[in-house]
């Protein structure tokens, strides 16, 4: 098996960078209308509305979810307070 030479290197060297410069032509011209971009950044600027108002909704929604978490009573607590109930209804003769 032979290696490439000096020679080949560069001739290899050559083609890759004209590869490259080969596809670093000019941008075609973009073919849209003005009125398109201007209601592309109104959906954007509503959509963005959207996204911020469902945002603090879920912020509020969390915040309400963890103050019922902490008013939750646990089913080890329940049962608890069932037994004690049963004890206090015992207790008053029913």
Do not use: F
């Not at 646990?74 to 029913?94: F, N, P, T, V």
């Amino acid at each position: 098996m032979r290696l490439i030479t000096g020679r080949g290197r560069l001739i290899l060297l050559l083609a890759v960078v004209a590869a490259v410069l080969a596809g670093c032509g000019t941008a075609p011209p973009c073919n849209v209308e003005p009125a398109q971009v201007d209601q592309a950044r109104v959906d954007l600027q509503a959509a963005e509305a959207d996204a911020q108002q469902s945002a603090d909704e879920l912020a509020r929604l969390e915040s309400e979810l963890a103050a019922l978490r902490g008013q939750a009573v646990s089913a080890e607590e329940l049962a608890e307070l069932e037994q004690r109930l049963e004890e206090l209804k015992k207790g008053s003769g029913r």
